[in-house]
């Protein structure tokens, strides 16, 4: 079992998952060095020496363009989704969470602030506009001056810096649309070998982790980032390779605590759950446990439905992962912390949330609540806080979260927490805490871990990105805007409280969009939320019968 740790830098070969590729030691012996990454991605020793400029200069510029609002900027958002593309394949309307950044279009309510957003295909006018009439005390007209949108017009599976990569005369329209370069930065959803190699062709520096550090939010990396910040976690293993290895872990696992009942298996670079699945322990035998196993294995329960054994292993053996226990407890929440590392390295605690999950065994993302339950949500910062000390001490920059699971056995019992993961990116719980952010001009207090909008009002909010029936495709943008017209499903400013839609470009293909509901109690949110599922049940059945 590999237990010794090294931040293994290898070329991973997995379609799309373009991880750091390996040092030439020989070449660098030689002056000439060369960062290898997967599918092509290499960096030469300029490239590299350039990337530190930019990043150095970022962090030089930062205090005096963010410390004011009504300085000149320019922010460069590709929301590009970079993992495994047959993982990806298996969401829903995936090419839509490209949408799930629009939240940064709030970011006009900076009177000289300057948004370029480039996706795969057009966004429809209409979500344009909803995004733009949410912005507080700037009139629409203004900000959509401000407003560069880009698009590849590329509806392939390939990531969108792939496709951005592809198309030199798209990054040129980008570099020509940013007034200043010495004042603009260049954020991404997820940042690999694909996206710093964008960053370079446009001359930009990013304001996330470099991929050199991406190690550290794999299943693997993650264990290891706990175990230094001394945090409990499940049982189990890390830097497993093969069934081989998933074998041996699953035994060691089962004897040293023989009550267990269940193991996950996780691929290092799942997402959203979907590179998750379950092994049960019912009818082990007390001897050739080893063989026992070995034959079980096949018979993994995947999240999703769609996938195989022999593809979950294709992917297992390309990226690696981990096995571990599956936490067991009567009463069970999946809270998580949100950090930021600004570019001047200094940490800083976010949000917290409880996730709320699916799927067959509770593995699967669905959405979220702010906050997580007051009788653990400073727990859980703190906890998350220790492990983000030791991320940004590693080099990470910009938003990540720590996941936890939390058990009990009963009401009287004190909860027992056990860190998950590291989603070192932004993620689910990124966009609807922005939205609250830049809808109420509002602060997090980290001492209560409650948030309060600028009039000093308490918010909660209720959030998914899973709403989803059958009965909502065919309603276009349109549709649904007009819905929420008439039926009161919008943010009331002045109230500081009510409902905000995403992803909405899913609706009528997939039937399926996102909600994030506000209120001043965790109650009233969740009710504004629940009114809003039936108002579009109510207008889908209808639609559906004309």
């Excluded at 590729?21 to 590299?48: M, Q």
């Excluded at 480039?118 to 401000?146: C, E, F, M, N, W």
């Amino acid at each position: 079992m590999p237990h010794g740790f090294a931040c293994r830098l290898e070329a991973m070969p997995v379609p799309f998952q373009y991880n750091i590729g390996t040092l030439d030691k020989e070449r660098k012996n030689h002056g000439k060095a060369r960062l290898s990454g997967a599918n092509g991605v290499t960096f030469e020793p300029v490239e590299l020496a350039r990337s530190k400029v930019l990043q150095d200069h970022f962090r030089e510029t930062y205090a005096k363009i963010f410390a004011d609002p009504n300085t000149p900027r320019t922010v460069v958002i590709v929301p590009s989704i970079t993992f495994d593309r047959e993982v990806m394949a298996r969401i829903a309307g995936v090419h839509h969470y490209e949408e799930r950044l629009l939240c940064l279009l709030l970011l006009l309510r900076f009177p000289r602030t300057r948004v370029i957003y480039v996706t795969s295909t057009p966004i429809a006018t209409p979500i344009i506009d909803y995004y733009l009439h949410l912005l507080p005390g700037i009139p629409a007209q203004h900000a959509k001056k401000r407003l560069v949108l880009l698009s590849c017009y590329d509806s392939s599976d390939a990531p969108l810096s792939a496709k951005i990569l592809a198309r030199p005369r798209l990054i040129e329209r980008i570099k020509a649309a940013i007034p200043d370069p010495h004042a603009a930065h260049v954020t991404f959803f997820t940042v690999t070998p694909l996206e710093k190699k964008l960053a370079l062709k446009l001359d930009l520096p990013i304001y996330g982790s470099d991929p050199e550090v991406s190690c550290w939010g794999s299943k693997s990396g993650s264990r290891k980032i706990f175990r230094e910040a001394g945090i409990a976690m499940p049982a189990g293993f890390e830097d497993l390779k093969n069934a081989d290895d998933i074998v041996d872990a699953l035994v060691t696992l089962k004897e040293r605590n023989p009550a267990l009942r269940r193991a996950v298996v996780k691929l290092n670079d799942g997402f959203s759950g979907e590179g998750n699945a379950v092994f049960c322990f019912q009818g082990a035998p007390e001897t050739g446990l080893r063989e026992w196993v070995g034959e079980q294995l096949p018979h993994l329960g995947f999240q999703s439905a769609e996938m195989t054994f022999d593809a979950f292993m294709e992917k297992f053996e390309l990226m690696g992962g981990i096995a571990e226990e599956f936490l067991e407890g009567k009463i069970k929440r999946s809270p998580s912390s949100q950090f930021r590392v600004d570019p001047m390295g200094t940490l800083e605690t976010i949000s917290t949330h409880d996730q709320v999950l699916g799927g067959a065994n509770e593995q699967v993302f669905l959405g979220c609540k702010f906050p997580a339950d007051e009788s653990y949500r400073l727990d859980i910062q703190e906890l998350g806080r220790r492990a983000g000390e030791v991320l940004a001490s590693k080099g990470a920059l910009g938003r990540f979260a720590i996941d936890f699971m939390s058990v009990k056995d009963d009401e009287s019992a004190p909860w027992r927490h056990y860190a998950i993961e590291i989603n070192l990116r932004k993620g689910g719980t990124t966009h609807p805490f922005l939205m609250l952010q830049y809808l109420t001009a509002g602060r997090y207090e980290h001492e209560t871990g409650l948030f309060y909008s600028a009039a000093g009002k308490p918010c909660f909010y209720y959030a998914s990105d899973n709403l989803h029936a059958d009965h909502y495709r065919g309603l276009t943008p349109t549709d649904l805007i007009d819905i929420a017209a008439t039926q009161g499903l919008h943010f009331d400013a002045a109230k500081q409280e009510g409902v905000v839609f995403h992803l909405v470009g899913a609706l009528s293909e997939f039937g399926k969009l996102g909600v994030l509901a506000i209120g001043d109690t965790q109650e009233k949110a969740y009710q504004s939320y629940m009114r809003s599922v039936a108002i579009l049940d109510e207008e889908g059945t209808r639609h559906d019968g004309e």
